[in-house]
């Protein structure tokens, strides 16, 4: 028989209950036994809904308190120095400075998890380090699950994985040297889940759908090899998933697992090979529920391939499964009221995907009569999809068609752009903001009241124009060169301006986790796009209006809105984008207009977007720097085009970078200090750069003398000329008590570099 299954559920719960009791431990107002209390409610009551659903292989240690690649830092005691890694065991505090910092300590640096927009903390390690087990977690949740009467199977970050998304503090050492230090412990946790009773382990190692070398394989061997003899009865489920193993596949077969798991929406190519070569008695995973999207499943479309599989290698060796994990999905449809019964018949959450896995397992068991009139809601809702008027509008795709190649072209190249932008008056290292301020409670409570309808438009208008009144008084006081006005109006930096384009949908309750703490909410991108009317100008106006200094135009770029929206599945991704370019072109144009000399269009998830295989690259760069151009392009010389990207490995596409066209890139440095540079250097980057030299992402008030630091260290491999003075992020999800002593301090520090350069000018007069 088939066997219902997943590979991970959301955490965050359904009232965002975990990230409402981190932020209470934060703040004090909670202890650490109330908080881990939260926790357990949350496993206990996910493992009882998935219990309820009909899922029979249910995971565990698929949870956390912050990031699941954190957990197995702490698990195999991988603890930077600074935090103090002499202790047999982690502790809740350590583990969270390392995730957040602390007073006088850096938290670790974080990036996106491969092309989602989940981060995760990146390992350091460093050619003496040790490995112990040091956080029994995945253990005592497999217990806490049998205590319930709910044998699970536990989720594990992979070896080689977690040492390939690590980083080494050590140019000449690579990470995979430390595993054989590391495999006793991945061996010891193994062999104590196999002494408690565990007949399967999933092993995650997403790393195989990368490019990998001929040593990175034989790395998987050797850990798999030495894993195997320390699981006793218990068998492996490797999983993969995000793309196809492709040439990995070999290796992959060669392993001593009982089973692989195959990501059937992004990963089909593979499924033929399997077939043919895959080793007797291994259970195949079938990923064919989209983990990563909110579109309903193709009942009848799955069925047929699971069929098709089933003739070949047999029921038996069958697990039924979504792509990868749910934790990129919300948690239930069932909790959306305010979406219309149409569009909602399209979706499926996290629940409902559970939903579809169990009918499809059981229409093989049992027979399709027994669920089919799921089969037939399924049916009726894609035909709706395709038949609906609001999904395709013929003058948006006669606008495109008018696109020209001079459209995706500034007027003049970036030497001509440079001279006209004089007019700006910008000292050097000029400094600025990624152009929001801290969204605080009365923000988000007047926010709440107008769309209650408890205040008025006029109020709520009255309300915005004295925060950015303080915004801008305050950012005056400092001497910030370029200012912001703060974005006060604006909930997230993507639905903002989905709420107002024509194509997109807004859920109440789709939360979806993005790191620790922090929860985003996707719009859903279901149909053509239009923009009615323009959707920044009311507000940056305004601010222009407050003062004689350059006001920042703030939009976000079109791979940014499309990779951060639940996107239709019914056309090509470039195709979407290119429409969302056109509405922020049009903007672009209005803000110019209406007197705005600099704009920034942020495309933090350029890099994110990237296909995982180098070869897929090329294809991805032209359409994305097209879309950005066209949307970016239509503006005079004299107007600056500032772009924003954060958290992410830029030393591999600087070429795509410079196909963009910017006159400035602010980008995250501050946690891997200043390592990128080197790579703007070797690449002999023309346009200005804003390395990011304060964290956004911990509380902590860096020092002055830190940031002069940081930007010394950039003039060694970047002129002067080219520096701008930023923080890594925007400064949405920090308070003003700590916003304006770090700004303070980043003024002073731009200052301080200023006198140092006018110094060794004059010595050379």
């Known amino acids: 028989m088939a066997v219902a299954t997943h590979l991970g559920f959301p955490r965050i719960g359904r009232d965002r209950e975990l990230k409402r009791a981190l932020e209470s431990f934060w703040s004090g107002k909670i202890s650490e036994e109330q908080l881990l209390t939260v ?24 949870f956390s308190l912050y990031d699941h690649v954190l957990d197995t830092c702490a698990m195999v005691g991988a603890i930077p120095e600074r935090y103090g890694s002499d202790r047999s065991q982690i502790d809740l505090k350590t583990y969270f400075a390392m995730a957040r910092g602390g007073e006088n300590l850096t938290a670790m640096e974080m990036t996106k998890w491969f092309d989602t927009n989940y981060h995760y903390l990146v390992p350091e390690f460093t050619s003496k380090q040790a490995f112990h087990f040091a956080s029994t977690k995945i253990v005592d949740e497999f217990r806490e699950a049998k205590d319930l009467g709910i044998l699970t199977r536990p989720v594990l970050l992979g070896p080689v994985s977690f040492l390939l998304l690590g980083k080494s503090k050590e140019k000449k050492m690579a990470p995979l040297h430390l595993l054989p230090n590391l495999l006793p412990v991945y061996g010891e946790m193994v062999n104590r889940l196999s002494q408690e009773g565990a007949d399967w382990i999933q092993i995650d190692e997403p790393c195989f759908v990368l490019d990998r070398t001929p040593a990175e394989l034989q790395a998987f061997r050797e850990a798999y090899s030495y ?3 320390k699981k006793g009865q218990m068998k492996f489920l490797l999983t993969s998933y ?3 193993y492709r040439e990995n596949l070999k290796t992959v077969l060669s392993l001593p697992v009982e089973g692989i798991h195959l990501d059937l929406v992004r990963g089909k190519g593979d499924l033929d090979s399997i077939l043919r070569s895959l080793p007797e008695n291994w259970v195949l995973s079938l990923g064919v529920v989209d983990g990563r999207n909110i579109w309903r499943n193709r009942l009848r479309e799955s069925l047929t391939l699971l069929e098709r599989v089933i003739e070949k290698i047999g029921s038996e060796r069958i697990f039924v499964a979504p792509s990868c994990s749910l934790l990129h999905v919300p948690i239930d449809l069932d909790l959306e009221t305010s979406l219309d019964t149409e569009m909602k018949s399209w979706m499926a959450f996290a629940k409902q995907k559970l939903q579809e896995i169990v009918a499809l397992t059981r229409a093989l068991n049992e027979g399709l009569e027994k669920v089919q009139p799921l089969f037939e809601e399924a049916d009726q809702a894609e035909q709706s999809r395709k038949q609906s008027g609001r999904v395709l509008k013929p003058r948006v795709r006669k606008q495109l068609q008018k696109i020209t190649l001079e459209m995706l072209q500034r007027c003049s190249p970036y030497s001509t752009r ?40 006029s109020e709520y208008e009255i309300f915005l124009e004295n925060e950015i009144r303080k915004a801008v008084r305050f950012q005056e ?10 974005e006060f109006e604006r909930n997230d930096m993507v639905e903002y301006f989905g709420e107002r384009l024509e194509g997109f949908a807004f859920t109440q309750n789709g939360w979806v986790q993005s790191y620790g703490s922090r929860c985003v909410k996707p719009p859903i991108l279901y149909g053509d796009i239009v923009r009615p009317k323009p959707m920044t100008i009311r507000w940056a106006q305004f601010a222009q209006s407050l003062t004689s200094k350059p006001m920042k135009g703030m939009l976000t770029g079109p791979i940014t809105i499309l990779e951060w929206s639940f996107v239709r599945d019914d056309q090509p991704r470039w195709e979407t984008a290119r429409q969302i370019a056109w509405a922020i072109r049009q903007e672009a144009l209005d803000l110019e207009k209406a007197g705005l000399r600099v704009i920034q269009i942020d495309e933090p998830a350029f890099r994110e977007a990237l296909p995982l ?3 897929d690259w090329p294809g991805y760069f032209k359409w994305a720097a097209e879309c950005f151009r066209l949307a970016s392009s239509s503006v005079k010389d004299e107007t600056q085009i500032h ?14 970078l410079a196909e963009m066209d910017v006159d400035v890139i602010s980008i995250e440095s501050s946690r891997s200090p200043m390592e990128l540079l080197e790579s703007f250097q070797k690449f002999k980057y023309r346009s200005g750069i804003g390395p990011g030299i304060y964290d956004i992402h911990s509380p902590r008030v860096p020092l002055a003398d830190e940031m002069v630091g940081l930007l010394r260290r950039a003039v060694q491999v970047i002129p002067e000329g080219q520096i701008w003075v930023n923080p890594d992020c925007g400064l949405k999800t920090r308070k003003w008590g700590e916003v304006l002593p770090s700004l303070r301090n980043m003024v002073l520090s731009a200052q301080v570099m200023r006198l140092q350069f006018a110094k060794l000018r004059r010595k050379k007069r």
């Open 643 to 656: 772009t924003h990207m954060c958290y992410a490995e830029f030393n591999d596409i600087l070429p795509a």
């Open 242 to 244: 995000f793309e196809a």
């Open 477 to 486: 006081q400092m001497q910030m060169d370029i200012l912001v006005h703060g």
């Open 613 to 615: 295989r180098r070869s």
């Open 227 to 229: 894993l195997s003899k």
């Open 418 to 457: 440079k001279k006209a932008q004089r007019s700006l008056k910008l000292p050097i290292f000029p400094t600025t903001t990624i152009g929001s301020f801290p969204q605080t409670p009365e923000v988000r409570a007047a926010r709440a009241d107008f769309k209650a309808g408890r205040i008025t438009l």
């Open 39 to 62: 926790g357990r409610e949350l496993r206990r009551r996910h493992w009882r809904l998935q219990q309820a659903l009909g899922i029979e292989q249910i995971p565990s240690n698929d």
